[in-house]
């Protein structure tokens, strides 16, 4: 996840280069499906490993 979240900070602050929607659009989403697998992990380790 940190790959996905540096490159999306690189290019917030990125003055050289200009990017499309879908290029935006694919690296939100990736950074999103990481947190909800994140989220599931959390919520499993919760209710199955403190047993």
Avoid: P
Avoid at 8 to 15: E, G, K, T, V
Avoid at 26 to 40: Q, S
């Amino acid at each position: 996840m940190s790959k996905h979240i540096v490159s999306l900070y690189d290019m917030c602050y990125s003055s050289l280069l200009r990017f499309d929607q879908e290029q935006w659009d694919e690296k939100i989403t990736d950074c999103i499906n990481y947190l909800i697998l994140l989220k599931a992990l959390v919520k499993e380790e919760q209710a199955y490993g403190s047993h």
